[in-house]
């Protein structure tokens, strides 16, 4: 499956959260910066309609992110993390700059990450335990597969948490599945594991319903891809996700009109 086709929709929010403090110059783009001033009105007249729109949605979900990661660091020793898909996220750079000792992999499709590793060559003082790499989260097999990341960046004695923003929505059900159900099998290599990601429910407002569903039609078509909602609430994603193979699954809302939700699914340490 070709999936490089809504790359290009990291540029957005990669502005989205430079323009809120969340991201460093460095990873700033022309592209995203054009599509940023572009997509001004549009996001004015959500927030005034529904209050509440993308932009909003964006922020809340890789602030929720933060906040569940630090919270696993601080229950979990040692924890390694692989952001996947990473796109323009400065995640790594900023908890590489807060926990030096952390070792944080990013990985997104090989030009992706080709351009991360290039912008982030412009960074000083980097961390040697902060790595770009080239990860296919739908490869088979070879040196892109999850699997192969997992054996060659990680000490399999210590816990790891992987994280997927703003990726699985843009598979259908089936392969969501299935990459949910080989990312249990890896992690259960680790003495202790998570891993954490974003869903959406149907909004509950009719309006933004609509709205929603509009975007996604569009979304669908410009990334050529099965853009959309997967489930009917979270406590639907949360079984789904904990009948993929995790021992239970955490669930964190934000509050207020986005009807976005971050699912943790745990691993608990085994004797
Ligand atoms: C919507 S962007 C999200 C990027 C970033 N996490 C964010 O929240 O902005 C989707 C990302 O998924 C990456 N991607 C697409 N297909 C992928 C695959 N098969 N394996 C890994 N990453 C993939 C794209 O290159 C892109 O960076």
């Not at 590793?117 to 960074?123: E, I, K, P, Q």
């Not at 080989?182 to 992690?187: D, H, P, Q, S, V």
Request: aromatic share 8%; hydrophobic share 45%; glycine share 8%.
């Amino acid at each position: 499956m070709e999936t490089s086709t809504f790359s290009f929709t990291a540029l957005y929010t990669g502005e989205t959260w430079a323009a809120h403090g969340l991201s460093i110059p460095e990873l700033r783009t022309p592209a995203g910066d054009l599509m940023y001033k572009a997509l001004g009105p549009m996001e004015w007249a959500s927030k005034r309609l529904f209050g509440t729109n993308l932009r909003q949605m964006l922020i809340e979900r890789h602030t929720m992110i933060d906040r569940l990661l630090i919270g696993l660091m601080e229950e979990l020793p040692g924890l390694q993390v692989l952001e996947i898909a990473c796109g323009l996220s400065a995640r790594g750079c900023r908890f590489s700059r807060q926990f030096p000792e952390l070792r944080y992999v990013e990985a997104d499709l090989p030009q992706m990450a080709a351009n991360k590793v290039a912008a982030l060559a412009r960074v000083p003082g980097l961390s040697s335990n902060h790595a770009v790499v080239a990860l296919d989260i739908l490869a088979d097999g070879g040196p892109n597969a999850l699997e192969a990341v997992l054996t060659r960046a990680f000490d399999r004695k210590r816990p790891l948490v992987v994280v997927t923003e703003g990726l699985m929505n843009y598979f259908p059900l089936p392969v969501v599945s299935a990459v949910w159900e080989r990312l249990a099998e890896g992690l259960r290599r680790f003495p202790a594991a998570a891993y954490v990601t974003e869903s959406y429910a149907p909004p509950e407002k009719r309006l933004l319903r609509l709205a929603a569903h509009m975007g996604a039609a569009g979304l669908r078509v410009v990334s050529r891809s099965s853009a959309g909602i997967l489930f009917k609430d979270a406590d639907e994603a949360a079984t789904h996700l904990k009948d993929r193979g995790f021992d239970r699954v955490e669930v964190a809302k934000p509050g207020g009109a986005n009807p976005i939700f971050v699912l943790a699914g745990r691993l608990d340490p085994r004797a």
